[in-house]
């Protein structure tokens, strides 16, 4: 009976300081008040790569001039903001410069985010498990915005706000500081 007992103490801890690490996690997305307009450089993304196993739903939008991927995940808050952000803009407003990466744990949910957010306008992949996103581009945080120049990754930022990354990438488009 001690036995059982010690071994039901020890699971239970374990699982309060799993619980502790994800609310940490999810917490850490928050942004600040003040962060959301924000643009940062995100410093795990290999630049100066260009994948050669484009998934086919973004093959055909990835080598024409210079286009932004938008790696968003549906149990970040930030990206959900900026989910809702992007529904409410019309496709001339967006253009056809970004497409979107949707990290998700499952199909499903990735589908989901999608269908909440009326993403179906911006060509989009989701990438089950994040696998894809991790490892051809070596990104493993959202949301994340990635400059291609003709397929090749040239500038990676985290943002708060799709208005945040939109100026930076015009300010980088005519020549601004990086």
């Known amino acids: ?3 059982l007992l010690s071994v039901a103490l020890l699971v239970l801890t374990v699982a309060v300081a799993l619980l502790f690490a994800m ?6 997305r928050v942004p600040d008040p003040g962060e959301e307009k ?6 795990d993304a290999t630049l100066g790569i260009a994948p050669a196993d484009w998934p086919d739903a973004l093959r055909a939008h990835m080598y024409r001039g210079r286009r932004v991927l938008l790696v968003l995940s549906p149990v970040c808050a930030t990206c959900s903001k900026v989910g809702e952000e992007l529904s409410h803009l019309a496709t001339e407003e967006l253009g056809d410069q970004y497409t979107l990466i949707v990290s998700s744990g499952s ?3 990735g589908a989901e985010f999608v269908a909440r957010h009326a993403l179906q306008k911006i060509p989009h ?5 994040g696998t894809w996103t991790i490892g051809s581009l070596g990104v493993n945080s959202s949301p994340a915005a990635l400059v291609f120049e ?3 990754l040239t500038d990676a930022y985290t943002f708060g706000t799709f208005r945040a990354i939109q100026e930076k990438v015009q300010t980088v488009t005519t020549g601004g500081l990086r």
């Open 1 to 3: 009976m001690t036995v």
């Open 23 to 28: 609310m940490g996690e999810l917490s850490s």
């Open 38 to 43: 924000s643009v940062v450089p995100l410093p």
């Open 107 to 109: 199909a499903e949910a």
């Open 125 to 129: 992949y989701v990438d089950e498990g």
């Open 150 to 152: 003709e397929g090749v």
